[in-house]
């Protein structure tokens, strides 16, 4: 609007400031209280091809500092400092004043995500895009762009150097032709196995293209470029290093008419039974994106993580569901009983019917399964945006629950088939499934939960805030929610509607433009920031940490436009809103179980560390300058953890062995970390020289473990002198092994999870089976099944022999003897127990991570724990 004075234009700019002063401040409240209690908490990074990185979610371990960190060194960016915010604009001499965007400082109420960093520089003269972004690349008329590769870049980093656990990539596009591109990637609780575990991306690009990022571990590459070649007669073309890392051609990706149809979905199927079934690669992700004019140009995005030591093979299947009136079926040609589950449903519940082509098409297969569905299946509102596509996949997805399949992953799309009537949205979603382990696991209670910005105004661009719920109120969720979300966002709960089973209006979502020139008649209004992710992130927090019995099982993102009509006659055009969905899946897990950080933020020792072993591979760790690096166990290690675990098992069960499971009757390592942290090791050799000095003064012999059965560790401690050094075991779980290698055992709370039979100190094992007592699995994870236990380098001395229970830390504590050593083998033919009492008598020196074995076959959970404890 124009106003008749430059301080009538101010006086709005001054009334909004004060209004999002208020908003902060109870932002910053609300916050306080949700980020204080979340222990574990989920992360979203956004790259935005416009020269952004964006990061939501509450800042533990250390992680915003280490991607700034990441982000200045690699692709040179730089914390957002200036941003564009609002100034008075003299219309002309005649017309007034108006508001408008200048660039200048931002201050803190304008800010709408947790962190921001820009690809580029930013000055005051500008737009307010970075000038010179070299980082994300783009070129062409076919889509292509290096989108891919800066994300597995990015995955690669926050995985493998940081630990945490990748949830999901979501692509989306903005804009007149989808060229504006966002790119968002979820992450969930650091897991040990994630500094391990490489990642891979493969894009197939419907214009004819297979491109490729990530580490080509295990030669997967010609893997790939050998099934592409058999299945799809592709053909590797030379690739753009800064663009993909392995690039194919294909006339096998497929379109027809003008409904959006497509073979996408079937190709998708099939190259995810090739990386699952055959290369035994774990899908995490799969995510579809519209490029072009009328987003007819698809792209599907697969992540897939080469984590072989967890169980593959699942049988997958896929349901699009389209709603200009069809569903979709693919991946039936092994599915099993998935065909006749799906066929009985979506014909008797759904009232839909098999597929009649028409005569002007050919006899080329586009899918599996082909259904017409009845009037009126989809609600698809004219007046906003709408839809009951959520609803019907909760309602599939339940079917399919109660027969052992389960959901896995789902994402949505859209196309405007007609550029005339750009409100006339084709959506799509797609549904993954997968074969669950058990059928309770599958049929578990399923939550989803809809962020939503609808635009009413494009002059200027208005929007309301919308929240929807759809599923069961299990365990009184929805009264938990609504507490969450009147108290924390502000939401007020409307009447019933046919498209969800609750919903929610909100003022919190904000939205912001892209740059001084948005282009409203091209790319449309508000394509910047947007504060969405923030509240996604608090939402799941809440569902999955405060509340604690919710999986989060899809976080995915949509960007859709809603246009307003301008001009007359013949010179009329459309304006456009952006509008932002994120959409959310929860599976209840009965019982729950607290998740744990397994992130180390230790600091640097400043100086070389005292005697570093000479196998330690990292120089920084040699040199002092940095705090702690965990490193992948080599095959040789591997094997060394093997020989421990089966020179030293023991047909013994005593009654510490809690977990209502049988002794297994061998265990299996399948994967390590060997962990180099100067600190701790410069702790250790002190101590290990101070008890070799006092082993040199006094009378006494040596009693050496059994894990000495392992030559290669036993010449390791051979070579440290006369400290009777020797490596023991001490089992755990998986998350709580790797934080102990991070900081060590705390003698203060030792024994908490296990008891103090014979003081409160530290107790080690030397035979597996011992160890494996107090070894747990992190339950309803992506590593559920694996249990953990830590080798450790132990400065022992001599000992002081008991046989009975009894308090003798001072035995030691006075420096009489190294340590403890429990006899319970000679008392009651069980097991020997090594208690310390000094913590730097400790050096964990690796994580072993491991199944239970019976039989040959990994023995299944015969029932679930309690409350895992994190142990100290």
């Known amino acids: 609007g124009t106003y008749s004075s430059k301080e009538a234009a101010q006086a709005v700019i001054d009334a909004e400031d004060a209004e999002l002063i208020r908003e902060r401040q109870d932002d910053l409240m609300a916050l306080q209280v949700l980020d204080g209690r979340t222990q574990v908490p989920h992360l979203l990074v956004e790259i935005r091809s416009l020269g952004f990185v964006e990061v939501q979610g509450k800042d533990i371990g250390g992680i915003y500092n280490k991607l700034g960190q990441w982000l200045t060194s690699t692709w040179k960016a730089a914390e957002v400092t200036k941003d564009l915010c609002p100034t008075v604009e003299q219309v002309c001499g005649c017309c007034g004043f108006t508001t408008a965007y200048q660039v200048a400082e931002i201050p803190d109420h304008r800010r709408l995500c947790d962190k921001k ?61 989808g060229s504006i591109r966002e790119q968002q990637i979820k992450f969930k609780a650091p897991h040990p196995l994630n500094l391990i575990a490489p990642h891979i991306m493969i894009e197939l690009r419907q214009v004819g293209y297979i491109e490729i990022n990530g580490p080509n571990t295990n030669g997967i590459y010609d893997k790939l470029v050998e099934f592409c070649k058999a299945k799809w007669n592709s053909s590797k073309i030379a690739n753009d290093p800064d663009y993909c890392a392995l690039k194919l051609s294909t006339s096998a990706f497929k379109s027809r008419g003008s409904e959006g149809e497509n073979n996408m979905g079937m190709r998708t199927m099939e190259l995810v039974d090739f990386m699952v079934k055959e290369m035994a690669w774990t899908m995490i992700t799969c995510n579809g994106g519209n490029f072009g004019r009328t987003g007819a140009k698809r792209e599907q995005q697969l992540v897939f993580r080469n984590d072989e030591f967890v169980q593959h093979g699942d049988e997958q299947v896929m349901v699009e569901l389209r ?92 196309v405007t088939p007609n550029t005339e009537r750009p409100n006339t949205l084709l959506r799509e979603q797609q549904v993954k499934f997968a074969r669950a382990k058990s059928q309770e696991q599958a049929a578990r209670p399923l939550l989803l939960i809809e962020f939503r910005t609808e635009p009413y105004s494009d002059r200027p661009a208005r929007y309301n805030g919308v929240i929807e719920i759809c599923g069961q109120n299990t365990n009184g969720v929805y009264e938990a929610l609504h507490a969450f979300i009147t108290q924390h966002m502000g ?78 006659r013949d010179n009329k055009w459309w304006e456009s809103v952006t509008a932002r969905e994120m959409q959310m899946v929860f599976r209840h897990k009965p019982g729950g179980r607290a998740v744990f950080m ?60 809690k977990d209502g499971a049988p002794l297994a009757d061998r265990f299996v390592a399948v994967q390590c970390v060997r962990s180099e942290h100067p600190a701790l090791w410069d702790a250790f050799a002190q101590r290990r020289q101070a008890v070799a000095e006092a082993c040199r003064g006094s009378e006494g012999e040596f009693l050496l473990p059994n894990t000495v059965a392992c ?96 308090d003798f830390s001072e035995r030691v504590r006075s420096g009489e003897y190294g340590h403890v050593l429990g006899d319970r083998e000679k008392a009651v033919g069980t097991f020997r127990e090594f208690v310390l009492f000094h913590e730097e008598s400790i050096y964990p020196e690796y994580a072993v991570f491991y199944r239970r074995m019976q039989g040959g076959e990994v023995m299944e959970r015969t029932d679930a724990p309690g409350q895992m404890e994190m142990e100290n």
Request: charged share 20%; proline share 3%.
């Open 117 to 177: 960093w820009s690809l580029g520089r930013i000055t005051e003269d500008g737009d307010g895009l970075p000038e010179d972004n070299d980082v994300y690349k783009d070129r062409g008329l076919e889509g292509e762009n290096n989108m891919g590769k800066l994300t597995m870049e990015l995955v690669g980093f926050v995985t493998n150097q940081c630990g945490w656990t990748l949830q999901v990539c979501d692509a989306g596009n903005l804009g007149w032709d």
């Open 491 to 568: 939401g007020t709960v409307q009447g019933a509607v046919g498209h969800c089973d609750r919903w929610y209006v909100t003022s919190k979502f904000r939205l912001s433009p892209s740059q001084l020139s948005e282009s409203v008649r091209r790319d449309g209004h508000l394509n910047g920031e947007s504060n969405l992710g923030k509240w996604t992130m608090r939402i799941c927090d809440f569902m999955v940490d405060h509340l604690g019995e919710w999986d989060l099982i899809v976080c995915n993102s949509d960007n859709v436009g809603y246009s307003f009509r301008h001009g007359s």
């Open 711 to 806: 030559s290669a560790l036993a010449a390791r401690c051979s070579e440290a002198g006369t400290a009777n050094e020797a490596y023991l075991l001490h089992g755990t779980n998986p998350t709580s092994a790797v934080a102990i290698l991070g900081r060590s055992f705390t003698v203060d709370l030792a024994g908490k999870s296990a008891g103090t039979m014979f003081g409160p100190g530290v107790y080690l094992a030397e035979s597996s089976t011992k160890a494996d007592e107090y070894a747990r699995d992190d339950v309803g994870g992506d590593y559920g099944g694996l249990y953990a236990l830590l080798v450790c380098r132990v400065a022992l001395g001599r000992p002081y022999v008991i046989t009975e229970a009894g």
């Open 323 to 414: 709603t200009v009136g069809y569903i979709e079926v693919n991946g039936l040609h092994d599915g099993g009983d998935a065909a006749e589950l799906l066929d009985t449903f979506i014909k008797n519940s759904w009232g839909a019917t098999d597929y009649k082509p028409y005569m002007w098409e050919s006899g080329e297969k586009y899918c599996d399964k082909k259904y017409t569905c009845a009037p009126g299946f989809y609600i698809i509102s004219t007046d906003n945006l709408a839809n009951n596509l959520g609803k019907r996949t909760l309602e599939l997805a339940t079917h399919l629950g109660q027969h052992g399949w389960q959901l896995s992953l789902c994402n949505s799309g859209s």
């Open 598 to 657: 397994s992130v180390s933020d230790a600091q640097p020792l400043g100086r070389p560390p005292a005697q570093p072993p000479a196998y330690w591979q990292t120089s920084e760790c040699l040199q002092g300058t940095l705090g702690h690096k965990l490193v992948a166990g080599t095959q040789e290690e591997l094997g060394w953890m093997q020989e421990v675990l089966d020179r030293t098992f023991k047909q013994k069960v005593t009654r510490d062995r």
